[in-house]
């Protein structure tokens, strides 16, 4: 059962930039830190961001740094994450993840690719 609902992904060129949404369903994920994480063709899921409850701590992967964004909104019960200058390596299938309640959302595609 998923209990986050993602969109926002797609394909984009080198360079361009993809804003993520996760809404969470029948959940309220205000009270939960939230992750993005990424799975790539052939690779392991890997951490991409997370952010605390209150917003005031987000954390990154090394290479996304600079570049991507993790926010939310309790309010919308939704967390986001922007992308910018995405790169090819960056092509992977993107889950929200709540670690504590280890639930997650159905995943959604990015593809970067001239």
């Known amino acids: 059962q998923e209990h986050f609902v993602e969109s926002g992904g797609g394909m984009v060129q080198p360079g361009e930039s993809l804003r993520l949404f996760c809404e969470a369903s029948?959940?309220?994920?205000?009270?939960?830190?939230m992750k993005w994480i990424r799975q790539a063709p052939g690779k392991q899921r890997e951490f991409v961001a997370h952010i605390t409850e209150d917003s005031q701590i987000a954390n990154y992967k090394d290479s996304v740094k600079g570049r991507f964004t993790i926010s939310r909104d309790n309010a919308k019960n939704t967390v986001y994450l922007q992308m910018n200058n995405l790169k090819p390596e960056d092509t992977a299938v993107y889950y929200c993840?709540?670690?504590?309640?280890?639930?997650w959302g159905q995943g959604i595609q990015v593809t970067v690719s001239s």
């Open positions: 993840h709540a670690p504590y309640v280890n639930y």
């Open positions: 029948g959940f309220d994920m205000s009270t939960e830190i």
